[in-house]
């Protein structure tokens, strides 16, 4: 057990380096992708510390250089799925019984690791494998993860401290034990600090995990299990498992010990998952914690006060930034008539500025898509737009995967707000933008509201604070994340909780305590200090 209470290091948020022409950080993170994109790794199962290589492999390549091979990894079979959930189990108790403390100090190590020596090889990782140009590294791969490392251990020692209030005759604590079993993350390719968050946070309330990574973003996990493995991460605890999706969660999710589910993907796949979960809800130990964030139809809401330059560049960010694959990325607008010829000229200007390219040139700001299954996707909306009447694209409306998976970022004017595009999910660097008559307004929040089955993010941008207000209450339902004159992405850990409702998740906020509490199982202790010796009470008396 501890010998004090202990203070942790105080989180402050990673400072985001600039990589301007001639700094170090630029030479470095170059010399680093060169070297990785001129190398190969083949890359195990990792699962009790052992590095495991099962032969039947796939291969890796950047998006924006689909040729190129980067390396394989192995695939699992059924056997090693449960090789893992058995290691996770008996690691569990020596894990949970670690004292808090001991436990902060590994993930804070990460922390430190990622700021410092493993930082060109982190961001590197994330331009080669899932093409984002290096300021999306920078801010997702080192800061954001560094930042849910640091945070998390202070969400930590808050969540500890919360305790109830006591008598004089009798002691009351709250203890808060990790889940009985074992946790199951699952992790997408988009952001880096996600695939690593997910298993890291529960594995810092004391529970084991299996993680199964995205195929997409393997070749950067693998950082990260050398970050974890370095920092002290014992074995057993992180259990990393690559392959067949619906056989390692069908194999979890039959373990009468699966305890639950830390998930940020499709919000397909999360109903699936827990439907399979109630399926089997008779099976297991405990009932699972389920949490998920999902998918997201991202919107913003132009007011005739606001700023069209403003307004522009919220578009141009928030819809273009990392070809929009982000799950709070803009993907439709409402633009009011007043505002719409200027707003229309710099979004324009904005695109026609873009540099489109490998990433290793960091002029560029727009790189590819992640896969030819994304691109065909995208190719098609972006066609079927061309063809329907009440559509017009504006801008891109262009694509090509000869070398790598490259969208023009697109544009789409339609007159019909529930047109395919407003509505449907495409994760890719395409908005639709839907022009209102000024005087409705109030009518347009309401269609914002009612047209998406999701609701992560949105932004609003006005400069009259009455119609700020009303936004902020006719579309408290429609977003977790909610921006009032900025851009509906960029979510900081510890200033902004992410998540949302509907069908884009659970809501538990990742980068906040909120998400911590999911991994604990609260048990209540009293003590009472004089114990009663007689089972008569006073009303009883004569």
Not at 526 to 541: A, C, D, M, Q
């Amino acid at each position: 057990m501890g010998k004090g209470f202990f203070q942790v290091p105080t989180a402050i948020n990673e400072p985001v380096k600039s990589y301007a022409p001639g700094t170090p950080e630029r030479e470095e993170v170059l010399e680093t992708y060169a070297k990785m994109y001129n190398s190969t790794v083949d890359i195990p199962l990792y699962i009790n510390g052992e590095e495991i290589k099962t032969g039947d492999t796939a291969t890796m390549a950047p998006p924006h250089d689909h040729q190129h091979i980067l390396g394989t990894y192995h695939k699992a079979e059924k056997q090693h799925i449960q090789k893992a959930i058995d290691t996770a189990l008996a690691a569990r108790q020596q894990w949970a019984d670690l004292p808090w403390e001991q436990r902060a100090a590994i993930f804070l190590k990460a922390a430190e690791l990622i700021a410092g020596p493993y930082r060109a090889k982190i961001n590197a990782a994330t331009m080669l494998a899932q093409s984002k140009n290096i300021f999306q590294a920078e801010i997702d791969a080192a800061c954001e993860f560094i930042d849910f490392l640091r945070f998390n251990v202070e969400f930590m020692v808050r969540i500890y401290e919360d305790q109830p209030d006591s008598t004089a005759d009798a002691w009351n604590r709250l203890e808060y034990r990790p889940l009985e079993g074992f946790v199951y993350a699952i992790t997408p390719f988009n952001f880096t600090a996600i695939s690593g968050n997910l298993p890291a946070s529960a594995a810092l309330m004391g529970n084991t995990v299996v993680w199964k990574p995205s195929d997409s973003q393997i070749y950067s996990a693998k950082v990260i299990v050398d970050i974890f493995k370095e920092a002290g991460v014992p074995d057993g605890v992180i259990n990393v498992v690559y392959g067949d999706p619906v056989m390692i969660t069908d194999t979890v999710l039959a373990s009468p010990d699966f305890a639950g589910v830390h998930f940020t993907g499709s919000t397909h796949v999360f109903k699936d998952i827990w439907a399979k979960i109630g399926t089997n809800i008779h099976n297991y130990k405990t009932y699972p914690r389920i949490v998920g964030e999902t998918g997201g139809k991202d919107f913003i809401v132009a007011h005739p006060s606001a700023n069209p330059k403003q307004v522009a560049t919220g578009i141009s960010r928030g819809a273009f930034e990392f070809q929009g694959q982000k799950c709070s990325a803009a993907s439709r607008a409402y633009i009011p008539k007043s505002l719409w010829p200027e707003v229309q000229k710099f979004v324009l200007e904005d695109i026609k500025s873009f540099k489109i390219g490998s990433p290793e040139d960091m002029s560029n700001f727009i790189t590819a898509v992640i896969h030819e299954g994304s691109f065909d996707k995208l190719a098609k909306y972006i066609d079927q737009a061309k063809s329907d009447d009440n559509a017009e694209i504006i801008a891109g409306g262009t694509y090509d995967k000869s070398k790598g998976y490259f969208i023009d970022p697109t544009v789409i004017v339609t007159k019909d707000p529930k047109y395919t595009t407003m509505c449907t999910e495409l994760f890719g660097p395409v908005i639709t933008i839907y022009v209102y008559d000024d005087e409705k307004w109030s009518d347009t929040l309401q269609l914002v509201d009612q047209t998406s089955e999701y609701a992560l993010t949105g932004a609003i941008f006005s400069t009259d604070r009455y119609a700020a207000a009303e936004a902020t209450k006719a579309l408290e339902n429609s977003a977790g994340n909610f921006y009032i004159n900025d851009k509906p992405t960029g979510a900081v850990v510890g200033q902004q909780p992410f998540g949302g409702a509907r069908a884009s998740g659970t809501n538990d906020k990742a980068g906040s305590y909120l998400n911590l509490l999911r991994w604990v199982s609260p048990r209540t202790i009293k003590e009472t200090f004089v114990s009663p010796s007689n089972y008569r009470y006073p009303f009883l008396g004569e």
